[in-house]
């Protein structure tokens, strides 16, 4: 069988029985007793009062007390001998560790991590090997062994003192396996600077750890998470868990079922819940008892605090965890820069409480969502069009022509977004997308036709002009199919059109403006950059206007 290190030696862990713990039965600085004797009074004294209200304490079932005094707190190890010899069939069990909410003792404060910077190399905290030594050899001399470690934080946060403490606490811990206690502050949601230091970056076990004081915490959505992760929650309320609360609770205002009533084909819960003269008030809720461990019976406002307050009409969670959304529109901007920038602006003036989290979601996040795929999709797209092109011409010159007509055709859409006052939006992306489809398609036509007339022996000049007088109808109706489709989902304000209408705006102004370059900027170039040596068709096929 386990045993466990007691005050008076090694016992089974089978005979702990009913167990208290609380880092303020044994707290005494002795270098006050020392120097200020007369705020301490006769020690003899003082032991006879500590061993009389111990008795009495095993008098009611309490076998053993889980006592975290440790340095800082001022830990006699003598004293807490001398008493447990006195109370045999009360076993203490003893903690070694540092306690402290921001800076360390200040012997520590010269000595390891601290001379790290001087030292030019990490030096070892000297805390360890301390703690390491209460627990494998004895605390001072005495040879009383501590069983436990012990460290604290509270509502100041993860402070540099505290910080260094609990890592000592954790390779003292990983060291020699011995169980760890923190005292927390759970209004101040502590026990997640804990997860965080203890866990995440130093490796130990949760379930190793036990969260002192949860018990003063009425947040039962972060006591939950902490309970999740695996930390056991020590809840200083008679050894009584949350769950025990809750579902008492439930059971005498709200009813749980108990069983099932079958009427036929029928089922019916069968809820009981007490009479309402004792759940008519918050009086009558506070006095409802509930069994604690020890066979005594608790009442609510004993463990509790009760009270009437407003609150939200219905929480939401998400990810094991409450979450309340705040919404807002964007008007008259567009929503990435207007979003970043509340992002700026809250990131700077905003500090969230410890444990809180801010997240920007909705269309925000799509729209990025969105532009993360665009990003990927446009380049291949392109990559695709010129593929296609030069198995078409057998020429790279050819199809970069009708790449840079495609290069031209978002400029009707930018104009047209910047006419119509429209912000760029996903589905202005798409219709970009569309516009370089129909761009290409014109680019090929063109081209296309002016290689055969000059397959057919035009000059250059010639075939280009003549290409784009004979080209304008086709092109013309190509264009105005689609502009003329597009025009009122463009002008629409109705229910729904923020969502088509830049698609359509895009469209339309880049095909009227694309119809102008097509006809006069793409057989310029076309000029420009012809030569003897291009490749032309095979075969001169008749061209027909």
Same mark, same amino acid.
């Given at each position: 069988m386990a045993t466990v290190e007691t005050v008076l030696g090694p016992v089974d862990t089978a005979d702990l029985g009913p167990t208290y713990m609380h880092e303020h039965v044994f707290v005494l600085n002795p270098d006050v007793q020392q120097n200020y004797p007369a705020e301490w009074g006769s020690e003899d004294d003082r032991v006879a009062d500590a061993v009389t209200k111990l008795k009495a304490l095993a008098a009611q079932g309490?076998?053993?007390?889980?006592?975290?005094?440790?340095?800082?707190?001022?830990?006699?190890?003598?004293r807490i001998k001398r008493i447990a010899e006195q109370v045999p069939e009360?076993?203490?069990?003893?903690?070694t560790g540092c306690y402290t909410y921001d800076q360390i003792p200040f012997f520590f404060y010269y000595r390891g991590p601290a001379l790290?910077?001087?030292?030019?190399f990490d030096v070892p905290d000297p805390m360890v090997d301390m703690f390491v030594t209460d627990i494998t050899e004895g605390i001072g001399g005495t040879g009383v062994k501590a069983a436990f470690l012990k460290c604290a934080i509270d509502h100041q946060g993860m402070t540099d003192g505290v910080a260094r403490v609990m890592r000592a606490v954790a390779r003292a811990h990983r060291q020699t396996g011995a169980p760890i206690t923190v005292h927390t502050h759970p209004g101040s949601r502590t026990g997640l600077a804990v997860k965080t230091?203890?866990?995440d970056e130093e490796g130990v076990d949760p379930t190793r750890v036990v969260l002192g004081h949860s018990g003063d915490s009425g947040d039962v959505d972060h006591l939950s998470a902490l309970a999740d992760q695996g930390f056991i929650l020590g809840m200083d309320r008679f050894g009584i868990n949350v769950s025990d609360i809750q579902d008492a609770i439930q059971t005498a205002v709200g009813g749980n079922p108990v069983s099932q009533l079958l009427i036929g084909e029928q089922r019916f819960d069968m809820v009981p819940r007490y009479q309402e003269q004792f759940r008519r008030s918050?009086?009558?809720?506070?006095?409802?008892?509930?069994?604690?461990?020890?066979?005594?019976?608790?009442?609510?406002?004993?463990?509790?605090?009760?009270k009437v307050e407003d609150g939200a009409s219905m929480i939401n969670r998400e990810g094991n965890q409450r979450y309340i959304a705040l919404k807002y529109s964007v008007r008259g901007r567009d929503l990435g820069s207007t979003v970043e920038e509340a992002m700026l602006k809250v990131n700077r003036e905003v500090k969230l409480p410890q444990g809180y989290t801010l997240d920007w979601a909705g269309e925000y996040e799509s729209?990025?969502?969105a532009n993360r795929r665009l990003s990927i999709v446009i380049p291949i797209t392109l990559l695709v069009i010129t593929l296609v092109l030069y198995s078409m011409f057998h020429s790279f010159k050819w199809g970069a022509l009708v790449l840079l007509n495609l290069g031209m055709a978002p400029l009707g859409g930018l104009l047209a977004l910047w006419i119509t006052g429209t912000h760029f939006s996903v589905s202005s992306g798409v219709g970009f997308l569309a516009l370089f489809g129909v761009a290409v398609q014109t680019g090929v036509i063109m081209v296309e036709y002016i290689n055969q007339l000059r397959a057919r022996g035009q000059n250059v000049h010639d075939a280009a002009m003549h290409g784009a007088m004979r080209r304008l109808r086709p092109i013309l109706m190509t264009m105005l199919v689609a502009?003329? $489709? &597009? =025009?009122p989902a463009a002008t629409s304000h109705g229910i729904g059109?923020?969502?088509?209408?830049?698609?359509?705006?895009?469209?339309?102004? $880049? &095909? =009227?403006?694309?119809l102008c370059l097509s006809l006069v900027l793409l057989p310029t170039f076309y000029t420009w950059v012809a030569g003897p040596n291009d490749v032309l068709p095979e075969e001169a096929e008749e061209a027909t206007e």
């Open positions: 309490i076998r053993s007390i889980a006592d975290p005094t440790v340095v800082g707190l001022g830990r006699y190890i003598p009360l076993n203490i069990v003893a903690a790290s910077a001087a030292a030019g230091l203890l866990c918050v009086e009558d809720i506070a006095n409802i008892r509930i069994l604690a461990p020890s066979g005594e019976r608790v009442s609510l406002r004993e463990v509790t605090d009760i729209q990025k969502r502009t003329l $489709g &597009l =025009l059109s923020d969502s088509q209408r830049p698609f359509a705006i895009v469209i339309v102004g $880049g &095909l =009227l403006t694309g």
